[in-house]
């Protein structure tokens, strides 16, 4: 069974402007929810989607958005890039938002911010 | 907010046990999750407690108390491998609420 996939790996960016990441759930998984990981904040929760409707937002601007297909993958989207926006952003997916609290996660999206 | 308070390092000796504490204080509770992650790796599930007590998965143990709003993970035989950051995450309520995770305790196994 494949794990949860994300595209890109890596990518470099210049202020201002926007980018677009994307993740695959395990198949058969309906929610997937994203994190911001910078060093020594741990993982900062950005939202979470199940059957293509948002269903948690975390405190982040607008300029974070996403969304859900039909197939239960996911786009997220930064617009106006910052600075400090460069960091770890992983993907997770669970079959229905487990209260077990398993996610299973991507190996992420890099992005630096120049 | 949320709050979750976790070492940020911890070093070890290879062989032996270590314990990486987690308070919380968040406006809910539904359980105490721990994640594993290697540098350059993806977050992987450890252990889950909803109720008071100790959970043993092989090496790995994670007991919580509800009452005192704290839990830990134990690492017994330590293995060079085990070098990793750890987080613990609150569950606040129900299954449609996302985890809240600490910031992380780095890991060093010494030989």
């Known amino acids: 069974k494949a794990g949860v996939t994300q595209t890109p790996r890596y990518l470099i960016k210049t202020r201002g402007q926007q980018v677009t990441l994307s993740c695959s759930p395990i198949?058969?998984?309906?929610?997937v929810s994203w994190y911001q990981q910078t060093p020594g904040q741990g993982l900062q929760f950005l939202f979470e989607?199940?059957?293509?409707?948002?269903?948690n937002k975390g405190n982040f601007p607008g300029r974070f958005s996403g969304r859900q297909f039909s197939n239960s993958r996911s786009e997220m989207n930064v617009s106006t890039l910052e600075l400090g926006d460069s960091a770890l952003y992983l993907c997770?997916?669970?079959?229905?938002?487990?209260?077990?609290?398993?996610?299973?996660f991507g190996e992420g999206s890099r992005l630096t911010v120049l | 907010g949320q709050s979750l308070e976790q070492p940020s390092e911890v070093t070890a000796v290879e062989g032996a046990i270590v314990q990486i504490n987690c308070t919380y204080q968040t406006s809910g509770f539904y359980g105490l999750s721990w994640y594993q992650q290697h540098d350059g790796g993806a977050p992987t599930f450890l252990s889950y407690?909803?109720?008071?007590g100790l959970e043993e998965t092989g090496r790995f143990s994670s007991f919580l108390s509800r009452s005192d709003s704290y839990g830990y993970l134990l690492l017994q035989e330590l293995q060079m491998k085990d070098s990793a950051s750890y987080f613990c995450a609150v569950r606040l309520n129900s299954g449609n609420t996302p985890l809240v995770f600490g910031k992380g305790t780095r890991l060093s196994v010494i030989a």
């Open positions: 407690n909803a109720l008071d």
């Open positions: 198949s058969g998984h309906r929610s």
């Open positions: 989607y199940f059957s293509e409707t948002q269903r």
């Open positions: 997770a997916s669970s079959p229905r938002g487990e209260p077990t609290g398993e996610l299973f």
